[in-house]
């Protein structure tokens, strides 16, 4: 039984493999029907146009007709999943180019931003919802009970425009944006510093939204494994406090943790699209809304593919941290 | 030279949310002695888990001993602190938990979780570790110590799970050992083994334990002495062939008495349903004036509701607690 | 004069869990069980843990199906019964679980959850529905002033008792019972094994226990099984199993159990 310790490692990555089949199969499932819903949705780029009297119905026509969009719906996908291929992943009508090199600027912006605010959350969570999970009955239970819940009551919105005010109000800060003017010719340092301030706001904001719920999940997992048996036998072994909290408690308190994880990166590339057009932090949020508004159908499609494409990848990291982490998921895989 | 272990008039309350205290223990003393296993009969809610956890100093927070010294070797451990008595837990005095199934961490090797408490209480490198929790495992039966070293909790049957805790409990060679049920959860076939375990390790090792069981034939198997704890007092105390095949407390005989009998070697035998005893334990929110046992006791006087009965010795070596026998 | 047939007969049963793992053969848990419970013959089914029992009465109950086999409950084909007729049967035959905690939905209170099958059959009125709980209650021991009580404020026995009064709302003629004194201190495994059979005059019931004690299903029950490995070894007559064992794991299971001075001769009580 015991001896079946390669064989379990064999069977979880057949496992992973299929589960990133089936990731896979999520893609494809998800392209096609943001495909579908988007062409079901009325009108396309050239709408506006249309309502246009100084245009002609069959310059229209022709607009439309040159960009492919009175192509039947299958080749239009299959074009599409060709362009994808080639790296294009469609054409912008609005931008009049391809989508490829519009959209990874903007992803690498908002990955700053999702990646930093994350990883503090993260950091905050863990320590802060340990240490919580310690303190019963307290004033510290009690307070952090009490903030835990004003902050997850508080909206997003809410939370980014009463940074901003704060911003803006006080000078500090700059109030938007990514980079102040001038920032090409400042040396490198100045650049990462200028960029740092900047951040200052959007992941203020973020993290407030998100490391609450953190702690709280934190802090649940780790009572509950801190009222384990096992945990009472490693006491009564005398072992030191911070083994049994960290090398017992924690890692049997880590299964809701890791999936919890693998959400916070599925959400790394979606989560912040409020906050970045409040701010006008250029990711990829305000891009979306953009494109959405104009109707430019490819650019839609993008940044919902690579969203799609981290939340699949998200999740199995998930998977594989998770195997990695609990034996027994590794024994009935 | 001092008793290995002295309990004297142990009484510990619990401070429930709002008001009266409930009773865990109410005065109780014994002793144990270098190489002697002393036996602890009793049902849930007489106070044995708390006694346990009162001797190891991990008593929840919502627990107040209100009288009473615990000395080890001399040492009050009620007065030292908790570095101190961390010190002594799982190396001078350890603990079998019940239910081993819960007693070891589902994510870690068994192994680790004996080699650990090596590393906590004598230091040393990896490897040196390694293999006094290897040697531990060899000593509790094992064939195969490395196989189940590497082996994760889920992956062991009952029997050897527990034979992993004993391992843990045994590893530093502790001077006295607290058994808590270690027989409980396990079936017929794996307790026997383990009372055999228990037996031989007891003879090679001359450990000194107090074993909290009820089962009976593990008591009447190692323990020199047995105690009967009810209550949060203790009852009755003698060998087990007195306290077994004679009684003298009316729960010891009722207790005894709903025991269904063991099933011969051969030959037939009366067929007997076992005796309940009526009623139920006291609320220990509630401790009445007189005998805790006093409702539900077939023998009741009128003296047992006015006052607690003394510990009388109507015989060597035998002590009961009831006003049957004096007082 | 045709003898009756039996409460329940159980004929070839298996069941084979496929092998979930690769390269491992599937597992038979039960290999072939013939079994016959006479009605009014308490019959006990002792083997210890993956012996295959707590499958038994699974698919007795038809929690799992088995793998192939018959069973028979008063002379009607178990295996074949599906909707209505299935759920006439589920009435019949009541199954009590080892963790009573776990099998008492926490946040009913004592009375729900007894009145709980009727409500779900929708049989009589509220108000008769509560006063049979309540008359079920007293006869388990649990007086009625405590109908509003949640199961965690209740003890080990306590819990069980419920159990009982609700596996007997339906009427049931065979009781299974699992594991279902492991847990409970030994003067409250007493207490429910009279009461038990205090019930089982007055309410015309047949029980089947499963247990790995073998002192105590000796004392409860008229004849025994004994499992191992998916298989009864040997069975029959309490008296003569235990006086006169003849398989070798029947043998083992009785040395195996625990002995003290004064076992053979208990005290007077």
Redesign the interface.
């Known amino acids: 039984?015991?001896?079946?310790?390669r064989?379990a490692g064999a069977?979880a990555l057949?496992t992973l493999a299929r589960r990133a089949l089936h990731a896979l199969l999520l893609l494809i499932g998800v392209s096609l029907l943001s495909f579908l819903l988007l062409e079901l949705a009325p009108g396309d780029y050239f709408s506006e146009m249309r309502l246009d009297p100084r245009v002609s119905e069959a310059t229209v026509r022709e607009l439309r007709a040159r960009y492919g969009l009175d192509r039947p719906l299958p080749e239009r996908y299959l074009r599409w999943l060709a362009s994808i291929a080639r790296g294009e992943m469609g054409y912008s009508f609005a931008y009049g180019q391809p989508v490829g090199p519009l959209l990874w600027p903007r992803v690498r912006n908002t990955l700053l931003l999702t990646g930093t605010s994350t990883a503090l959350a993260w950091l905050l969570a863990l320590p802060l919802g340990a240490w919580w999970a310690t303190r019963?009955r307290g004033p510290a239970d009690a307070g952090l009970a009490g903030l835990t819940a004003l902050l997850l009551a508080l909206p997003d919105l809410v939370l980014v425009l009463g940074l901003l005010l704060l911003a803006v109000r006080t000078g500090w800060l700059p109030a938007g944006g990514m980079v102040s003017l001038g920032h090409e010719q400042m040396p490198w340092g100045a650049r990462m510093r200028d960029v740092a301030l900047h951040l200052v706001v959007p992941v203020t904001a973020l993290v407030m939204g998100t490391a609450p719920m953190l702690v709280r999940y934190v802090r649940a997992g780790l009572a509950d494994a801190l009222d384990?048996?096992?945990v009472?036998?490693?006491?009564?072994?005398?072992?030191?406090e911070r083994?049994v909290v960290f090398?017992?408690a924690l890692?049997?308190a880590?299964n809701p943790l890791i999936s919890l994880f693998g959400l916070s990166l599925a959400g790394l590339l979606s989560t912040s699209l409020l906050v970045e057009v409040v701010v006008s932090w250029p990711g990829l949020g305000p891009l979306l809304l953009e494109a959405i508004l104009a109707r430019d159908f490819y650019l839609v499609l993008g940044p919902v593919l690579a969203s799609t494409l981290l939340l699949a990848g998200g999740n199995l990291l998930a998977d594989a941290l998770l195997l990695a982490?609990?034996?027994?998921i590794r024994?009935d895989a | 030279m001092p008793a290995l272990l002295e309990v004297c008039d142990l009484a510990v309350h619990h401070v429930g949310d709002g008001g009266r205290p409930a009773v865990a223990l109410d005065g109780v003393s014994l002793e144990v002695s270098e190489g002697e296993v002393v036996g602890l009969l009793g049902e849930s809610g007489c106070g044995k888990t708390t006694l346990l956890l009162a001797i190891?100093g991990?008593l929840p927070?919502s627990a107040r001993v209100v009288r009473g010294t615990i000395r080890f070797r001399g040492r009050d451990l009620l007065a030292a602190d908790e570095p101190e008595r961390?010190?002594?837990?799982?190396?001078r005095i350890?603990?079998i938990?019940?239910?081993p199934a819960?007693?070891?961490?589902?994510?870690?090797r068994a192994g680790a979780q004996v080699a650990?408490?090596v590393q906590?209480?004598r230091g040393g490198s990896g490897r040196r570790c390694r293999e006094e929790a290897l040697s531990a495992l060899a000593e509790v039966g094992f064939s195969e110590p490395g196989?189940?070293y590497?082996?994760?909790p889920?992956?062991?049957s009952g029997g050897q799970r527990q034979r992993v805790?004993i391992a843990?409990a045994l590893v530093c060679r502790p001077a006295l050992v607290l058994a808590d049920e270690p027989t409980a959860s396990l079936d017929t076939t794996a307790q026997a083994e383990l009372r055999a375990l228990l037996q031989e390790l007891q003879g090679r090792l001359n450990l000194s334990m107090l074993l909290v069981s009820h089962d009976l034939g593990a008591l009447a198997a190692i323990a020199r002495r047995v105690l009967v704890m009810y209550a949060g007092r203790l009852v009755e105390a003698g060998t087990p062939a007195d306290v077994f095949a004679g009684p003298l407390h009316p729960y010891s005989r009722g207790l005894l008495a709903a025991l269904p009998p063991p099933p011969p070697r051969a030959g037939l035998w009366p067929r007997r349903l076992p005796t309940p005893i009526a009623g139920s334990p006291p609320d220990p929110a509630s401790v009445p004036e007189g005998c805790a046992f006093e409702p539900r006791c077939p023998d009741r006087l009128p003296a047992c509701v006015e006052r607690a009965p003394r510990e009388e010795q109507p015989a060597e070596g035998r002590r009961v607690r009831c006003f049957k026998y004096g007082g | 004069m045709e003898a009756e047939p039996p409460l329940l007969h159980v004929r070839g049963l298996t069941k084979t869990y496929a092998g979930r793992?690769?390269?491992r053969p599937a597992v038979p848990a039960l290999a072939g069980i013939d079994l016959q419970i006479t009605s009014g013959t308490d019959l006990a089914l002792v083997g210890q843990s993956g012996s295959g029992k707590s499958t038994l009465a699974r698919c007795i109950v038809r929690l799992e199906e088995p793998t192939s086999g018959e069973i028979r409950f008063e002379g009607a084909d178990l295996l074949a019964l599906r909707g209505r007729r299935l759920l006439a049967f589920r009435e019949r035959i009541q199954l009590i679980l080892q963790d009573s905690a776990a099998a008492l939905d926490p946040r009913m209170s004592a009375l729900d959850i007894v009145s709980e099958p009727l409500d779900v059959l929708g049989r009589g009125g509220r108000i008769d529905r509560h006063r049979r709980a309540l008359e079920l209650m007293e006869t388990v021991g649990i007086p009625s002033g405590w109908a509003e009580r949640r199961p965690r404020e209740l003890s080990g026995g306590q819990r069980q008792r419920l159990a009982i009064a609700r596996a007997l709302t339906l009427a049931p003629r065979l009781l299974i019972l699992d594991e279902a004194f492991s847990g409970l201190d030994v003067s409250i495994q007493a207490q429910i094994a009279g009461l038990l059979q205090d019930l089982k005059a007055r309410h015309a019931l047949t029980y089947l226990y499963i247990s790995h004690d073998l002192a105590l299903m000796g004392a409860l029950a008229d004849e025994v099984a004994i499992m191992f490995e998916g298989r009864i070894v040997e069975h029959g007559d309490v008296a003569r199993v235990f006086g006169d064992p003849r398989h070798a794991h029947t043998r083992a299971l009785i040395a195996a159990s625990p002995r003290w001075p004064g076992a053979a001769a208990p005290p007077a009580p």
């Open positions: 039984m015991a001896g079946g310790g064989a069977l057949a019963r384990a048996p096992f009472t036998a490693a006491r009564a072994h005398g072992l030191p083994r090398w017992h890692p049997a880590a982490v609990d034996p027994r024994s | 190891l991990l927070d961390r010190g002594l837990r799982g190396s350890s603990i938990l019940q239910e819960l007693a070891l961490n589902p994510v870690r650990e408490i906590a209480h196989r189940i590497d082996s994760y889920h992956e062991l805790v843990q | 793992r690769r390269g």
